[in-house]
């Protein structure tokens, strides 16, 4: 076989020789811009010299076709009477040029996105976007890559209308939170499925990232990919475009298309970013410095009645317990106190620590890659590596990346390709530590930390916090600095992606094709606190018991460290069969069947070790008491998940005339089923569709300025069924001593059997129109959707003689519907000159139809409302005491007659509490978009990219409580508004303890008290907290010049790009003082999102 | 060409192939129970759920076994079981147990009506284990009758009770049987369990298991509270046969009797004595002042006095240790033995008396004894019912009976005070039944009509 091959590669030559050539000059320009395109292939089609010799077969490896030079200049020996070349180049159109009897010809390509044959990436199927049906967004890397951005979900923000992105954390390396048309599920997941060339990724659901979580490292499988090697993203939105995907797609789609080698020369590309990264203005926050800390000090002192919280707490009152002088300033104020009293706070008030410096940081950032691409008729190849570090503005927080990327394609026979693609790389997440108390959190401590507070003393000895409590009112020293300097909190995760396609043309129309994918990564997550740590003191003392009289702790002295770490695998095996028939231009049917294996393990281990010594690698034993104690610090676990899935699908389309197409996909969907019903084995998804592109219809032929026309209708449904229930009686094992010295296995039942389950059903209707304007100067792009999705499976309470409180039945039901508008609009369009204006707005709107809440709940029912709804208690100001009144039909009312309460006693039923709140809105914006602006001068490109909110409930952190503000910790300056008998236009309510207004308000207070009487912290759900809020982010300005070619010319460079830009220079917004970002609003520990100036070069070689 | 046909055949392959195979994945820890040893579990489970009930510690509270540490923290969560408030409560107030009893009947269900197919171990093992699974559902109809509805007697039969649960069945309206009905479902398992029961004694290691004498005994208490006298002797005196030994608290290193391993324990299945109520409580002076402190031994085994109050005592039994799990002594038998004997038509009463008098002398200090002796000798019938009721108290204290024999034994009138106010439970009152759980009620509107 070997040697046949040799023979062939000799003899080929001769095979063309043989026929007479001639030689075609040419160049290759932009059509849009009429910039000449260096690089770009003009090729033979191996299929037309084969039919020209007919020898099939014989030239099978034979490659012939040249690339442009730097000026879009070709030259290209062909047979005589070959009269078709073909010219194809990296994001434009491939075109077919006549080239009977000319010499020279200039070959005009069109940009892909915007040519009507352009392709639409499903993940499955690659379908001609004149037979889409369905709704689909598409974006291209180039247009949307933001220099110094480690990741390609960051970078979506506001580019397409639908997708709703927000930034939970300014981290490094956190991930972006997306919603594809809103909140379809109550309880599940909501995040979109990702699929990379084909293979859906596991690991990229997001956890819990609210208040309590936002410190945890999360390795997303996406952030380890490097943007660079994404050649685009298409977004597949109704359920015709989903349903292919089976049940994991409920909640959209992101299809990851990466680059390939393009026929041709060896391309290099180099990239290469430079970021600073801005210290956050720490003066947002609003802070109280010394001089208004003291004075709130020296006020809250005054008041008799609040020393029941804290009251020790902060220097003024250390000060005048020392001296003794609180009755003495009661009495008579601040200079009848003693000189020494007086002298030391005044001191106070000159210390100023800056906690904005000792936290954040300016940055310094890179971020460069290296790609080679090329390609010849029989094969293709990519290669890149690229590495990425960042630092955070949050002082130990960064994160570095490694990626090697080599994607290969072979045509291994005629009919036969063959392709292998391995993404790599190694992430290293840095954070700080906060695992033992949240104020450790540097968002947090930035906030309460007192400005007088120092951080070392004249002998560079460090200084504790005192007003930190420790554990059980037995003091742990705290500094922040030393925390910082004495703990780490890492993540180092491993991601290997593999996916090899084989593509098999059984015959002219008739296709297989089978894609392997493989997908496993390693994270290992580390904590370490040193001995000298407030982590680790902590850990110890919460092992403190007595014995013999005597205290002793069964952790040993010295540092903590806790490992985590988690393998996940998963392979993924996918066959298709596709069948395409087209019978005289008029009749074109696509039909594909397949089916797809997956397989999916992740196994954990913890692991921890006290009395860790960092030099030394050691660990001392715990001597535990009991059972009870080992069960609280467990030195080893490990938990192991296998599942595996089996899918079989089917499309089929028919376009009618090039006008009309219809499609229609189905998908059964097998799950491994531990203990489900065996009749719900296979899950069947259905979806239907069409389009009517009017524009050729020849009545609208003749409208000069309707270049575009085009229809768009589907429905499908969508399923899924929770494993969680089962038919059968489902125990988990446990191991539990029962009595003393002995230890047996016990089944608990967790869920009662159900074999009443349903499947959960999702129907969406969609509709939209594409409209192109004037040549296409104005394009317009709308949908419109309805899902309504019915018995959903929620918890329903059930008579207890069940055993259980509840079980899950298919009883919710959540109705989504909104609009999407993408415009794009060429404004000005000259040779030197041009503006382009991307804008889409979206708008959904959810309600929750039927839910059932628990009997004990503290909230309304969210039925009726949107599924992000919040209820608040009605306020209506403040009664002369400064309490807060309440407002129930018009009626003002105080705290205690709102509740109906009397002595720390409240008759009302739960649900009548449940009756006091009031619907105020939903944390879910009206509207969400972008606006992209681009200006082309000359080399010049300017892109300026805005995303938008628009009327949003949100809330903000109380920044003081009403009963147990705590004088020990520093606040915002908005301290000045809450009410006090001296400061009776505040508007705030006052500060109350049992005994204000001499107890007359025990009642008042009693509601007010969180857990006394209501279970909820009902100042807390005030509807004081909560605003509308709206802004525009101006995510990224970017200035490009591309180096003039002439230049670039002598020195081998085919082309040379400089780019500075700014990113989130700014925000217009609804008033977010006392926090960074209108997007963290709210969250006193989320880190600020950075804002950075990156200088940027490009260069191909 | 040939690689390519057999790419294609397995390509047919995988499209015909069946993916049960594929898909069989058996889960780590989680398992549908089909074999001897998975049944066993379930039942573990069962009594390890048993064993943490509050109910009878809370039932404590209601009855006069305690006083609440007013200055407690922990006060408020039992204040209004304390002083019987049954409307509008505390929201922190502890509930009585409902849905946990019927989690382990649950269990018990499943083991009854399922584990007799498991083939993988032998009869014996099968019969001893679907036993336990009777006497278990019968103990928990027991306790869930005696709590939540009247005491059984003849005026009493048809008052509606507690819904019977049998079965698995998620669809069923549960509604509440009479009392009747629901001691006919206790006896019908009690002959079943000790029909089909195999092991005489546990090992004191699974202690908490029933055994043949620990379900005579249970069948005697059963009786006993049903006032079939000479049945709960019979019973009584079946289970002597099997193991009658006491602990003699005369001797000077004397192992408490409630221990799970002390001689007398037969069942040690529950902790009816929780740490809450134990930090939350003296004990009252009434329990106090029935023994004699010196000479009843009793008195220091089960109580000490509080280091920080004197005069007031704390509960030395009890609490989170899992070697006082106590359910039946045979302490209980000769108790039972000495009332049912007296109360019996055919009843003896020197006979009686002999039972109480066998306890005695290994409870008493040896003079004191003697006195008591012949004390109980001199006793009239009615007297000696009256003497049993008190000895009753003081052996089976804080050990979850005294709410139970109050209600047996003519629903006295209670006082208490809490906060300077005075409470009373009068006579007959109709809270000696406790109301349904709040949330049991709200979830099965059957259960409204107490």
Redesign the interface.
């Known amino acids: 076989m070997k040697k046949i091959g040799l023979l062939l590669l000799v003899l080929l030559p001769f095979c063309l020789f043989a026929q007479d050539l001639r030689e075609i000059k040419g160049k290759v320009i932009d059509k849009t811009t009429g910039e000449p395109l260096p690089g770009a292939s003009v090729y033979i089609d191996k299929s037309t010299i084969a039919a020209k010799t007919g020898e099939e077969g014989m030239i099978q490896s034979f490659s012939l076709g040249t690339t442009t030079d730097i000026d879009g200049q070709f030259t290209l020996k062909i047979p005589k009477d070959l009269h078709v070349v073909f010219c194809s180049f990296i994001s434009f159109e491939t075109k077919k040029v006549n080239v009977k009897g000319k010499n020279y010809v200039i070959i005009e390509l069109s940009d892909a996105a915007e040519a009507l044959s352009e392709v639409v990436v499903t993940g499955y199927q690659t379908i001609e976007k004149r037979k889409l049906t369905s709704s689909v967004a598409r974006v291209k890397t180039d247009n949307i890559i933001q220099g110094g951005v480690s990741s390609i979900d960051q970078m979506l923000g506001g580019q397409l209308a639908g997708v709703q992105t927000t930034t939970v954390n300014g981290a490094p390396g956190a991930p972006a939170k997306i919603r594809i048309r809103g909140t379809a599920s109550l309880s599940g997941s909501q995040d979109p499925l990702w699929v990379l060339d084909g293979m859906p990724l596991e690991g990229t659901d997001l956890p819990d990232m609210s208040e309590r979580n936002i410190d945890q490292l999360v390795n997303s499988s996406i952030a380890g990919l490097n943007p660079n090697d994404i050649e685009d993203i298409t977004i597949l939105k109704d359920a015709a475009a989903t349903a292919i995907y089976g049940a994991r797609a409920a909640n959209g789609v992101i299809v990851i298309t990466t680059k390939k080698g393009k026929k041709g020369k060896m391309t290099v590309s180099l990239n290469s970013n430079t970021s600073f990264v801005m210290k956050p203005d720490f003066d947002k926050l609003n802070l109280m410095n010394s001089d208004d800390k003291v004075d709130f000090e020296l006020g809250m002192a005054k008041w008799n009645d609040l020393d029941d919280y804290r009251s020790d707490k902060g220097a003024v009152s250390r000060i005048l317990n020392k001296y003794s002088q609180l009755d003495a300033y009661r009495a008579g104020g601040f200079s009848s106190i003693s000189q020494n009293a007086q002298n030391e706070i005044n001191a106070l008030r000159s210390i100023n620590t800056n906690w904005g410096d000792e936290l954040y940081q300016t940055a310094f950032n890179q971020d460069h890659s290296l790609s080679i691409s090329g390609g010849t008729d029989n094969a293709n190849y990519y290669f890149s590596a690229g590495y990425y570090d960042e630092n955070g503005a949050t002082i130990g927080t960064g994160m570095e990346r490694l990626n090697l990327t080599m994607k290969t394609d072979y045509q291994i026979l005629d009919n036969l390709n063959v392709g292998a693609s391995i993404y790599y790389s190694n992430k290293t997440q840095e954070s700080y530590l906060t695992g033992t108390d949240s104020f450790t959190n540097p968002s947090r401590y930035s906030r309460t930390a007192n400005p007088y507070q120092q951080i070392r003393d004249t002998e560079g000895n460090f200084i504790y916090d005192p007003e930190i409590d420790g554990y059980s009112a037995r003091n742990i020293p705290f500094n922040y600095i030393e925390e910082r300097e004495n703990t780490s909190n890492d993540l180092i995760s491993k991601n290997f992606n593999a996916v090899f396609d084989v593509k098999w043309n059984i015959l002219k129309n008739l296709k297989l094709t089978s894609q392997l994918g493989i997908q496993t990564t390693n994270s290992n997550a580390e904590q370490y606190a040193g001995i000298n740590s407030y982590y680790a003191r902590k850990e110890r003392e919460k092992s403190r018991y007595s014995k013999d009289g005597d205290f002793v702790y069964f952790v040993p002295e010295g540092g903590v460290i806790k490992n985590w770490n988690t393998q996940d695998s998963q392979w993924n095996w996918k066959n298709m069969l596709e069948y395409n028939l087209n019978i005289n231009n008029i009749h074109e049917i696509d039909f594909m069947v397949g089916n797809e294996l997956r397989h999916t393990e992740s196994t954990r281990i913890y692991s921890a070790g006290y009395g860790y010594d960092k030099q030394t690698l050691t660990t001392q034993p715990l001597i535990y008491r009991d059972a009870y104690d080992a069960k609280y610090y467990p030195l080893y676990s490990r938990s192991f998940l296998e599942n595996a899935y089996a899918s079989f699908f089917g499309t089929l389309a028919y376009t009618y005339n090039k006008k009309y197409t219809f499609f229609g996909s189905v998908r059964m969907d097998g799950s491994d089923l531990f203990g489900v019903d065996p009749k719900y084995k296979y899950l069947p998804l259905w979806a239907a569709s069409g389009s009517w592109r009017a524009k050729e219809e020849p009545w609208l032929q003749d409208i000069e300025f309707l270049s575009d026309l085009k229809f768009r209708a589907s429905y499908g449904l969508q399923g899924n069924i929770d494993k969680g229930t089962s038919p059968y009686l489902v125990g988990l094992v446990f191991y539990e001593s029962l009595l003393p010295n002995i230890n047996e296995k016990t089944i608990n039942i967790e869920t009662p059997p159900n074999n009443k389950l349903r499947w959960e059903k999702t129907a969406t209707w969609n509709g939209g129109f594409d409209l192109g304007l004037f040549k296409n100067i104005i394009r317009i792009s709308t949908d419109f959707y309805h899902r309504k999705s019915t018995d959903l499976i929620g918890l329903k309470a059930i008579q207890l003689e069940n055993g259980f409180l509840t079980t899950s039945l298919n009883w919710a039901s959540v109705t989504n519907k909104g609009f999407e508008l993408n415009l794009i609009t060429r404004n000005v369009y000259t040779e030197n000159f041009k503006w382009q204006t991307t804008f889409n707005i979206s708008k959904n709107i959810s309600n929750v139809d039927r839910i059932q809440i628990k009997n004990n709940e503290i909230y309304p029912s969210r039925e009726g409302h949107a599924v992000n709804a919040v209820f608040a208690y009605k306020t209506a100001g403040l009664d002369e005491q400064g309490y807060i009144q309440f407002e129930k039909d018009g009626e003002i009312l105080s705290a205690s007659e709102f509740f109906e309460s009397e002595w720390g006693m409240c008759n009302l039923t739960e649900e009548e509490r449940r009756g006091l709140f009031t619907y105020i809105g939903s944390t879910d914006p009206e509207f969400t978009g972008g606006l992209i602006n681009k200006f082309t001068y000359k080399n010049f490109t300017l892109n300026v990219s805005c995303a938008f909110n628009i009327n949003q409930l949100v809330k903000e952190q109380p920044f003081y409580g009403v009963e147990n503000t705590d004088r020990g910790m520093n606040h915002t300056i908005q301290m000045n508004q809450v009410w006090t008998p001296d400061n009776t236009s505040g508007t705030y309510p006052r500060m109350i303890s049992s005994s204000t207004e001499g107890y007359s308000r025990y009642s008042d207070y009693a509601i007010m008290s969180p857990g006394f009487v209501m279970q909820n912290d009902v100042f807390r759900d005030l509807d004081i907290w909560y605003k509308e809020m709206s802004y525009l982010r101006v995510s990224s300005i970017r200035l490009g010049y591309k180096l003039p070619s002439s230049l670039m010319k002598k020195w081998g460079i085919s082309s040379a790009k400089i780019n500075v830009e700014s990113r989130n220079p700014f925000v217009i917004a609804t008033n977010y003082d006392g926090y960074f970002d209108p997007e963290t609003y709210g969250s006193i520990y989320a880190q600020p999102i950075p804002k950075s100036f990156t200088l940027g070069l490009n260069i191909t070689f | 060409m040939k690689k390519?046909n057999i790419?294609?055949v397995s390509?047919i392959c995988?499209?015909t192939v069946s993916?049960d195979d594929?898909?069989?994945?058996?889960?780590?820890?989680?398992?549908?129970?089909t074999t001897y040893?998975?049944f066993?579990?379930?039942m573990?489970?069962a009594?390890?759920t048993e064993?943490g009930l509050q109910s009878k510690s809370l039932a404590s509270i209601r009855g006069d076994e305690f006083t609440i540490n007013e200055s407690q923290g922990d006060a408020k969560e039992h204040k209004d079981i304390y002083i019987w408030n049954d409307i509008?409560q505390d929201?922190q107030v502890r509930v009585f147990d409902?849905?946990s009893y019927?989690?382990?009947?649950?269990?018990v269900n499943?083991t009854i009506n399922e584990g007799g197919e498991a083939t993988d171990a032998k009869a014996n093992d099968i019969n001893q284990l679907l036993a336990e699974a009777y006497l278990l559902r019968a103990y928990t109809n027991f306790d869930l009758v005696n709590l939540y509805a009247d005491i059984y007697n003849a005026d009493n039969l048809n008052k509606l009770a507690i819904?019977l649960?049998t079965e698995?069945?998620?669809?069923?309206?549960?509604k509440r049987n009479t009392i009747k009905e629901v001691y006919a479902q206790i006896n019908s398992d009690i002959n079943k369990g000790l029909e089909l029961m195999v092991v005489e004694k546990q090992d004191?290691?699974?202690?908490?298991r029933f055994s043949k004498v620990s379900a005579l005994g249970f069948a005697a208490r059963v009786y006993l509270f049903m006032s079939e006298w000479d049945l709960a002797s019979n019973y009584a005196k079946d289970a002597l046969v099997i193991n009658s030994e006491l602990v003699d608290l005369t001797l000077a290193d004397a192992q408490s009797p409630v221990e799970?391993n002390s001689v007398e324990n037969i069942l040690?299945m529950e902790r009816t004595f929780d740490n809450k109520v134990k930090s939350v409580t003296y004990i009252s002076d009434k329990l106090v002042d029935a023994f004699d402190k010196t000479n009843d031994i009793r008195f220091s085994t089960f109580f000490e006095e509080s280091k920080i109050i004197p005069d007031k005592y704390l509960g030395k039994i009890g609490g989170s240790d899992?070697?006082n799990?106590v359910s039946m002594r045979t302490a209980e038998l000769y108790l039972i033995l000495a009332e049912a004997q007296t109360k019996s038509v055919e009843g003896n009463l020197t006979e009686a008396k002999k039972y109480l008098k066998d306890l005695l002398i290994t409870r008493l200090k040896t003079t004191y004894y003697a006195a008591e002796a012949a004390a109980i000798d001199a006793m009239s019938k009615e007297d000696f019912i009256k003497k049993v009721e008190e000895e009753r108290m003081k052996e089976l204290a804080c050990q979850g009976f005294r709410w139970f024999d109050l209600r047996r034994n003519g629903k006295p009138e209670l006082k208490k005070t809490f906060d300077g106010k005075e409470y009373t439970l009068k006579a007959n009152d109709p809270r000696y039944v406790i109301p349904f759980p709040v949330?049991?009620v709200?979830?099965?509107p059957n259960l409204k009509n107490n």
């Open positions: 390519l790419l294609l390509f995988l499209f993916c594929f898909l069989d994945v058996q889960p780590v820890g989680k398992v549908i129970p040893d998975d066993r579990a379930l573990t489970n009594y390890e064993g509008n929201l409902w849905q019927y989690k382990i009947l649950v269990n499943h819904p649960a698995i069945d998620l669809e069923k309206d549960y004191k290691n699974i202690n908490y799970y040690a899992l070697k799990k949330e049991a709200e979830n099965n």
